[in-house]
């Protein structure tokens, strides 16, 4: 009877040690985010993707709790970065930030294009949108799309556009204009950034480019270069001065550089669904969305859908003037 009734005390000792154990593995498996987060920005640093990642990786940081570690690996109109994310090992802790032509333009571009934006990657959401803006230097003589064209036209082999890589919006939308006003001699410089197709076009390496407005908005309020329109549907908060494409004669390159957020293709639900809740919380926040407005972002607060439905709409778009201008990168 004795050995009986340590053997039962023993079993009782197992069984509670066993549901302990248990509760406790389960309880740190729901401890989510438990180490650092890795962000992949697909850009190099100094331009707009860089610049939005990192005022949101601030306070992802302070909703989570744990450090945001941003990594930029540009190349390839955002190719490399996805490539690299898409093939690295299985990891809950690690994200990439998208652009539109990552998820909708690159696929018409590429042959080999290195990741696949339906099977590689689970959407967790967007994060903002900006206006492309068209630009020329003060040297040019033109202040008008319209007047763009007619100088293209007086003057062959005279124009030349920077942009912040082949295959990218600015690239697109200006092959479109050329396309459309029938500019025969138009040459593209394709840089590895936003930051540094800037910087060619003020210290006089180019005449013009399209391309996003935050970077671009200091050299326009120094006077360092002169907008001629904005590609969003209406005009632009910070240049309310500067008329629209459509407005200038081209509603075709009517479109806004967005980004967002996505994780690897086995991530659980549960983390797409906390990541989700966390950055649509933070994009709603009011002194955020001032903090964003600063830089010429407007948030995109939504769910993992919209930003799937964003990217199927963007692809019928781009298809399109993909086939007009007659663009192509391999």
Not at 297 to 307: K, N, R
Request: proline share 8%; charged share 15%.
């Amino acid at each position: 009877m004795r050995a009986c009734s340590i053997l039962g005390r023993c079993l009782l000792l197992c069984c509670a040690w066993f549901a302990f154990a248990s509760g406790s593995l389960a309880q740190a498996q729901q401890v989510w985010p438990s180490r650092p987060i890795r962000i992949v920005v697909p850009y190099p640093a100094g331009g707009s993707t860089d610049i939005l990642t990192r005022l949101l990786g601030q306070r992802l940081s302070e909703s989570l709790g744990q450090p945001v570690l941003i990594e930029n690996r540009g190349g390839g109109n955002g190719g490399v970065g996805a490539s690299y994310f898409a093939k690295s090992a299985q990891d809950d802790h690690f994200f990439l930030v998208t652009s539109l032509p990552m998820m909708a333009v690159n696929i018409y571009l590429y042959t080999k294009l290195g990741y696949d934006p339906d099977a590689d990657f689970i959407p967790i959401g967007l994060m903002g949108h900006t206006p492309n803006v068209m630009v020329v230097s003060p040297a040019l003589p033109v202040t008008s799309m319209q007047g763009l064209a007619a100088y293209g036209k007086a003057n062959p082999g005279r124009l030349s556009y920077s942009s912040s890589g082949s295959g990218s919006a600015g690239h697109l939308l200006n092959e479109l204009f050329k396309s459309t006003v029938g500019i025969d001699q138009l040459l593209h410089v394709p840089y590895k950034g936003n930051a540094p197709a800037m910087q060619a076009l003020v210290a006089g390496d180019v005449q013009f480019t399209t391309d996003n407005l935050p970077q671009l908005l200091p050299q326009i309020r120094a006077g360092k270069l002169r907008p001629l329109a904005v590609t969003s549907p209406k005009r632009w908060f910070q240049l309310p001065e500067v008329p629209t494409v459509t407005e200038a004669g081209f509603p075709a390159m009517t479109t806004t550089a967005w980004f967002g957020l996505v994780a690897q293709a086995k991530t659980p639900p549960e983390v797409i669904a906390k990541m989700n809740a966390t950055l649509v919380s933070i994009l709603r926040n009011p002194d955020f969305t001032a903090k964003l407005a600063e830089f010429s972002f407007e948030p995109l607060p939504g769910t993992p859908e919209d930003m799937r439905a964003a990217a199927l709409r963007e692809r019928e778009k781009w298809k399109k003037v993909i086939e007009i201008s007659g663009a192509r990168v391999d």
